[in-house]
């Protein structure tokens, strides 16, 4: 593939329920980021990976939300017990480097959007 | 803490004016700065970015000089297109990517 895919695009939950989410990023991409985007709002950061190691979760809201990515490759974003104030669009990146280098591009998913009711 | 502000949308601009969206930041170090597009139903793709001080981005007609000085990153183009028509942010990146809150264009034919 040639760009960074998510899955799945929407979903739709009902408060309390659990959701999760996933990101392919670009093969051989080193670095991995969640951001979260509200309505009419900028991206924000949730948390990063370099390759299976989570170095920085300093956005995630709450400890409802939890990051993995096992192998360094595929990652995951589960959202327990949902609020209404989850529902946002969810966003992946990847860069090819660590996040020291600071020229290199992040290149985003089309996001997934999660609507809890 | 570091942080973005760039102007606030909708702008609207007829075909071929030129365009400029403000942004300025702060920040404690020497970030990298980006401007970020969003077209509709897509999702965010990096336009131009520069990393030092009077560095100089540019893509597809588009231009942002980093100045210290003013702490300023400002998007211009000289003529717009309808096809420009987007979403821009502004972002900073220090030890992570801090976006500003979007700036919606519309380029009216």
């Known amino acids: 593939g040639a760009g960074v895919s998510q899955s799945p695009r929407y979903k739709v939950a009902k408060r309390g329920q659990d959701v999760a989410l996933r990101c392919d990023p670009i093969?051989?991409?080193?670095?991995l980021f969640w951001y979260q985007q509200a309505l009419g709002q900028g991206p924000e950061f949730l948390t990063y990976f370099q390759n299976e190691a989570q170095l920085d979760k300093s956005g995630l809201p709450s400890d409802r939300f939890f990051a993995e990515r096992p192998e360094g490759s595929v990652s995951t974003l589960k959202i327990q017990r949902t609020q209404q104030e989850d529902s946002a669009v969810y966003l992946c990146?990847?860069?090819?480097?660590?996040?020291?280098?600071?020229?290199?591009?992040?290149?985003f998913g089309p996001g997934t959007r999660l609507t809890v009711l | 803490g570091n942080s973005v502000t760039q102007m606030e949308g909708p702008v609207t601009l007829s075909e071929e004016a030129f365009l400029t969206i403000n942004c300025t930041y702060t920040?404690?170090?020497?970030?990298?700065l980006f401007w970020y597009v969003q077209y509709p139903g897509e999702g965010l793709q990096l336009l131009l970015k520069a990393t030092k001080a009077d560095d100089k981005g540019s893509n597809k007609g588009f231009e942002a000089t980093y100045r210290k000085e003013t702490t300023s990153f400002h998007l211009e183009k000289g003529s717009v297109q309808v096809s420009d028509s987007a979403v821009y942010f502004c972002a900073l990146k220090d030890d992570k990517i801090i976006f500003g809150k979007g700036t919606r264009l519309h380029i009216l034919p």
């Open positions: 093969s051989g991409h080193v670095s």
């Open positions: 990146a990847s860069s090819l480097g660590g996040l020291r280098e600071v020229a290199d591009t992040q290149y």
């Open positions: 920040a404690t170090g020497y970030p990298s």
